[in-house]
């Protein structure tokens, strides 16, 4: 439903009520909603992507000077590769396997691991995926980057359960696995996987076609259909368990289509019989949300624990 005043065509309000709802909106206003950097009201749309820039990367460097790692570890068949944080943890320690956002086209691992600090601290096992970005790789590709990414890793820790967390496109990406189908996820993958940490992500990837978000993406009609989570209508039943924690959340200050998406997907994952639980971070936006990672006393930092607190109770097997 979008709202306007006598003297249209002025949009003063737009209330996401179905997952439809986005078809109705002037190409003016989709991009909008499809542009994070314009929603918290104290930054302009320059500072908040210049000051997430300069956060990311001083947080990364200062995690790969104070951290053991090990970094560079190739995997999959298209060169690429992830860095392991606190290598110096038992062999067996929970591994939070992390994909960053920056829309399937920016980042890498080099600038992703600013909260890995906070998350070794933790006592767990951090590990930082690159993946092959648009234009040179598809986002089906990039899919099938961190099923592969997830395999490698696990074959190196085969006593770790993993926590599966992403931001952003990261999000999109890793919640696809929920949905990959028992040959390529079999159940001895799929039972080692204790949480999935999923925050401000995209769900329903028709919303980017007619943007310019889809200009270097170049997905079809189709495309944006089967790469997106909110329209699957099955998930992996390895999934379907009591110990899975699924936690997806998303900052007050994102637009309504980013709000909409997290808490339909949520509910769209509860419809399908598993157990997500939805968070609105308050006095957040789509980049101070995931910065929050670093401070351990923060509520997203929180929310991992959580996450984490449920899978040290668990053997590899299940519950103790």
Request: charged content about 20%; hydrophobic content about 40%; aromatic content about 10%.
């Amino acid at each position: 439903m979008i709202l306007y005043t006598k003297d249209q065509p002025h949009l003063v309000g737009l209330v996401m009520d179905n997952k439809d709802a986005w078809k109705s909106l002037p190409l003016r206003e989709l991009e909008k909603q499809v542009s994070p950097n314009l929603w918290n009201p104290s930054k302009n749309k320059v500072e908040i992507v210049d000051d997430h820039i300069k956060f990311i990367i001083n947080g990364s460097d200062e995690a790969r000077k104070n951290l053991q790692h090990k970094l560079d570890i190739p995997y999959g068949e298209n060169d690429a590769k992830f860095d392991v944080y606190g290598t110096n943890l038992a062999a067996h320690s929970t591994i939070f396997f992390w994909v960053h956002g920056g829309g399937w086209q920016l980042n890498s691992k080099e600038s992703s691991s600013f909260f890995a600090e906070n998350v070794v601290r933790e006592g767990l096992m951090c590990i930082i995926v690159g993946y092959n970005l648009a234009p040179e790789a598809s986002i089906q590709a990039m899919r099938s980057d961190i099923r592969s990414a997830l395999k490698k890793a696990m074959t190196m820790y085969p006593k770790s359960r993993f926590i599966i967390g992403g931001h952003s496109a990261g999000a999109h990406l890793t919640s696809n696995l929920l949905h990959t189908n028992t040959l390529e996820l079999p159940k001895e993958f799929c039972y080692r996987i204790s949480g999935f940490y999923l925050i401000s992500g995209v769900y329903d990837m028709r919303v980017l076609m007619p943007t310019y978000v889809n200009i270097t993406l170049q997905m079809t009609p189709s495309d944006s259909v089967e790469l997106s989570p909110l329209l699957k209508e099955a998930v992996n039943p390895h999934f379907i368990r009591e110990d899975l924690r699924i936690t997806l959340a998303v900052g007050q200050y994102e637009s309504p289509l980013f709000k909409f998406q997290t808490k339909a997907y949520s509910k769209h994952l509860h419809n399908m019989k598993l157990k997500p639980s939805y968070y609105l971070s308050p006095n957040d936006d789509h980049f101070s949300i995931v910065e929050e990672l670093k401070n351990s006393n923060s509520f997203m930092s929180k929310l991992l624990h959580n996450i984490f607190t449920n899978s040290s109770k668990l053997t590899l097997g299940g519950k103790l």
